[in-house]
């Protein structure tokens, strides 16, 4: 099985074990945490324990059109890291997506770990464009987003089911040659 792991100055991005259901739970079920996010609280542990099990399946894929990380510091646990949407070859694309825990919120913890998914994406997996989205008033999101360099191509009418409504959604994306550029400069 395919595994990885992902190093920043301050994190460890780790592949998911069977061990991380009872944080993956607690993050999934953190009303702050659910705000923005479209899969809503999960009514039961046996609901995360069935997403986690179909993460981890997902790396026996070959190619893999998946990628879920846990996002620790110094060993605790700060929240996931995603990748999706990587099957169709022609287009090298990918989405990516991520969720911390309330208690890790505002120390640079998102932005660091996307900046790390983002030279995965493009150094090992080959990827020419990256994309993301979050609901408009995700103010914290579109920071990050930002922050790392992708940018805001436009926003959807009422896309994304939260808490029985429907929200708008900014949709963001990053080239790969614009990533590079960015990283040069620094």
């Given at each position: 099985m395919n595994e990885f792991t992902?190093?920043?100055?301050?994190?460890?991005l780790k592949e998911l074990e069977l061990e991380d259901?009872?944080?993956?739970h607690i993050l999934h079920s953190l009303p702050?945490?659910?705000?923005?996010?479209?899969?809503g609280i999960p009514a039961d542990i046996s609901v995360?324990?069935?997403?986690?099990?179909?993460?981890?399946?997902?790396?026996?894929?070959?190619?893999?059109?998946?990628?879920?990380f846990k996002i620790e510091c110094y060993k605790q646990f700060v929240g996931l890291i995603g990748l999706k949407n990587l099957g169709v070859p022609n287009y090298r694309s990918g989405e990516v997506w991520y969720k911390l825990h309330k208690d890790h919120w505002g120390n640079g913890y998102a932005t660091e770990a996307l900046q790390r998914i983002?030279?995965?994406?493009?150094?090992?997996?080959?990827l020419h464009r990256v994309e993301a989205g979050c609901a408009v008033e995700n103010y914290g999101s579109v920071r990050v987003l930002e922050k790392v360099g992708m940018i805001r191509?436009?926003?959807?009418?009422?896309?994304?089911?939260?808490?029985g409504e429907w929200v708008d959604s900014y949709f963001y994306a990053i080239l790969?040659?614009?990533?590079?550029?960015?990283?040069?400069r620094k």
């Open positions: 992902l190093q920043t100055t301050k994190l460890t259901l009872h944080q993956i702050e945490t659910d705000e923005f996010n479209t899969m995360t324990e069935t997403m986690l099990a179909d993460w981890i399946g997902m790396r026996e894929l070959e190619p893999r059109t998946r990628y879920v983002l030279e995965f994406c493009f150094s090992e997996l080959d191509e436009g926003r959807t009418k009422k896309k994304l089911p939260i808490r790969e040659e614009d990533f590079s550029a960015r990283e040069s």
